[in-house]
C-alpha cells in the first residue's frame, strides 16, 4: 500500500519505518528541512533502538522516502497517518489542536481520490468530527473517510512494540475503511496481534483511558511506596504480591520518581479537560495529576533530610537526567524539577546520562555534565539513581566512591539494601522502610 504519514516525531517516523518494513511504500513528510534533509542521508534525529538500521535497510530498498513536499505526497498515497504534535495548550490542561487542523485544511484542498485519513497522534474525544467537517468543506463524502488508529508504542520500545503489539485499535465509521486498515496491520494480526475494530470516538477514547489508566497505576504504587517507608514493608513485595492477581498484572508497578514523558503527563490533564467538556468530573485521574505533581517535592524532602536541610555547597550526582531509560527524551523528566531546585539551594550538581549533554540546564550555574560515570561520582556527597540505565545496574561502588560518607538514594530500586549494607555503603531506596 502507498502510505503518507505526515509529521517525522516518534509516532510518524517509527510507524512509518516500520510500515515500510513490512513491505509498504511509505513517505514521511515534515515541515522541517533539516530534518528531512538527515533523514534523507539516514540521520535520525531520535534514540529509539534499532531505528537507524531499519531506515537504512528501507532507504536502500526504496520502500521509504523522506519530502517536505506535502501536496504531492498526499496525491500519491491511498493511507495518510496523520502524526503532528498534540501539545498542551499554554495556560490550559487542553491539547492544543493547531497542527492537526493545519494538516486537515491542507489535505482538504489536495484530495484527488478516495483516501483514509488516519490520526495517529493522540487527539482527544470528536477530534476525527472536527477532521471530517473540515474535510467536507471541500470535498464530497465518498473521497475520505477518517479513522482513529491510536498508537500504543513506548518510547525505547517502540519497534519493538510496533511488531508486536498488544492489540491494535482501529475506530472506523464505515466497513471499507476497517477492511483496508485491517488488511495493512495482516502481517502482525497474522503474528498474534489482537485487531479491534472500534467506532472512531471510542478509537479516541481507548488511547486516553490507557494512558490514564497506566499513569494511575503507577501514581497508586507511588503511594503505597509511600506507605511501605514508613511501615519497614518493602514494596517490591507489595508490587509482586498485586501483580500475581491477573486482574491487576505486574506491569507499570513499579515505584520510582514522578512519572513523566511526551505523554503520561499530556494525556491525563488533557483527558479531564476533555470530560470537564462534557459536564464530567475525573476526579481520579486529577487526584494522580496532582500526586504526581507533589511526587518531586516529595522526594526532594528526603534529600533535604539526608543533609539536615544543609543543602548550600554539597555535591550531589545525578544517575540518569531523561524521564526513563533508552531514550534521549527530557520532555517532563522528574530531573528538570529536582536538579534546578537544588541548584538554586546552592547544591553543585553534575550529572551523567549515556544520551549526553542536556541543553535543559545549561542556565544553572552550578549544574555540569560528566562525560563519564567515574567523574559524575568523583568525591561527591550525593548519588542520585534518577534514570533506570543499564549502565547503572552493576556498578562497582566500593571503588567508585571515593568519600566514605557518600550516599546513595536509588530512585529506581536498582540495588539491594541488604548487599549495600554488607559493603558498609550507605544506601537509600524507594519504598523500602
Ligand atoms: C507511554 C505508553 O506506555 C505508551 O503505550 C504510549 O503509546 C505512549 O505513552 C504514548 O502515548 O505515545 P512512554 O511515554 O514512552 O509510553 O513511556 P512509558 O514507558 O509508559 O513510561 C512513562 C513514565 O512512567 C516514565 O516516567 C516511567 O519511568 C514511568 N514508569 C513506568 C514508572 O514509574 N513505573 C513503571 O512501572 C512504569
Redesign the pocket.
Known amino acids: 500500500m502507498r502510505l503518507c504519514m505526515i509529521g517525522t516525531g516518534?509516532?510518524g517516523l517509527v510507524s512509518g519505518v516500520c510500515f515500510s518494513d513490512l513491505g509498504n511504500n511509505v513517505i514521511c513528510v515534515d515541515k522541517n528541512i533539516n530534518k528531512i534533509n538527515n533523514l534523507q542521508k539516514g540521520i535520525i534525529p531520535i534514540y529509539e533502538p534499532g531505528l537507524e538500521e531499519l531506515v537504512e535497510k528501507n532507504i536502500k530498498n526504496q520502500r521509504l522516502s523522506f519530502s517536505t513536499d506535502l501536496k504531492s505526497s498526499i496525491k500519491k498515497s491511498d493511507i495518510i497517518f496523520i502524526c503532528v504534535g498534540t501539545p498542551t495548550k499554554k495556560g490550559s490542561s487542553n491539547a492544543d489542536l493547531k497542527f492537526i487542523f493545519d494538516v486537515a485544511k491542507d489535505l482538504a484542498k489536495n484530495i484527488n481520490k478516495f483516501k483514509i485519513i488516519v490520526t495517529k497522534s493522540?487527539v482527544p474525544l470528536t477530534t476525527g468530527d472536527d477532521i471530517e467537517k473540515i474535510l467536507l468543506k471541500k470535498n464530497s463524502k465518498n473521497k475520505f473517510a477518517v479513522v482513529s488508529n491510536?498508537?500504543?508504542?513506548?518510547?525505547?520500545?517502540?519497534i519493538r512494540?510496533f511488531i508486536y503489539p498488544d492489540r491494535i485499535v482501529v475506530g472506523a465509521n464505515d466497513t471499507k475503511s476497517n477492511r483496508i486498515l485491517k488488511n495493512l496491520y495482516s502481517p502482525l494480526i497474522a503474528k498474534g496481534a489482537k485487531y479491534l475494530s472500534t467506532s472512531r470516538r471510542a478509537a479516541e477514547l481507548i488511547?486516553y483511558a490507557?494512558?490514564a489508566f497506566?499513569?494511575t497505576?503507577?501514581t497508586f504504587?507511588?503511594e503505597i511506596a509511600n506507605l511501605c517507608e514508613k511501615t519497614k514493608i518493602n514494596i517490591e513485595d507489595i508490587?509482586i504480591g498485586m501483580g500475581l492477581d491477573e486482574r491487576i498484572g505486574s506491569?507499570?508497578?513499579?515505584?520510582?520518581?514522578?512519572?513523566?514523558?511526551?505523554?503520561?503527563p499530556?494525556?491525563t490533564k488533557a483527558i479531564t479537560s476533555t470530560a470537564d467538556k462534557f459536564k464530567t468530573n475525573l476526579t481520579v485521574i486529577k487526584s494522580v495529576i496532582k500526586s504526581n505533581e507533589n511526587r518531586s517535592q516529595l522526594l526532594l524532602k528526603r534529600v533535604y533530610k539526608i543533609f539536615n536541610n544543609k543543602i548550600k555547597n554539597k555535591k550531589i550526582s545525578f544517575l540518569g537526567v531523561t524521564?526513563?531509560?533508552n531514550?534521549d527524551?527530557m520532555r517532563?523528566?522528574?530531573s528538570l524539577t529536582m536538579i534546578p531546585k537544588l541548584s538554586k539551594m546552592g547544591a553543585y550538581i553534575r550529572y551523567f546520562d549515556p544520551t549526553g549533554y542536556k541543553k535543559e540546564f545549561k542556565e544553572y550555574k552550578n549544574v555540569s555534565y560528566s562525560k563519564s560515570i567515574s567523574r559524575c561520582l568523583y568525591k561527591t556527597d550525593l548519588i542520585i539513581i534518577h534514570?533506570?540505565w543499564n549502565d547503572f545496574k552493576s556498578l562497582d561502588f566500593t571503588k567508585l566512591i571515593k568519600n566514605k560518607k557518600t550516599i546513595i538514594f536509588d530512585m529506581?530500586n536498582l540495588y539491594s539494601p541488604q548487599k549495600m549494607l554488607k559493603k558498609n555503603i550507605r544506601y537509600l531506596s524507594v519504598g523500602r522502610g
Open positions: 516518534y509516532v493522540t491510536p498508537e500504543f508504542l513506548r518510547e525505547g520500545d517502540a512494540d488511547k490507557s494512558n497506566l499513569a497505576k503507577i504504587i507511588n508490587a506491569r507499570f508497578l513499579r515505584a520510582g520518581p514522578a512519572y513523566g514523558g511526551s505523554c503520561f499530556k494525556d524521564f526513563k531509560a531514550t527524551d517532563d523528566s522528574s534514570t533506570e529506581r
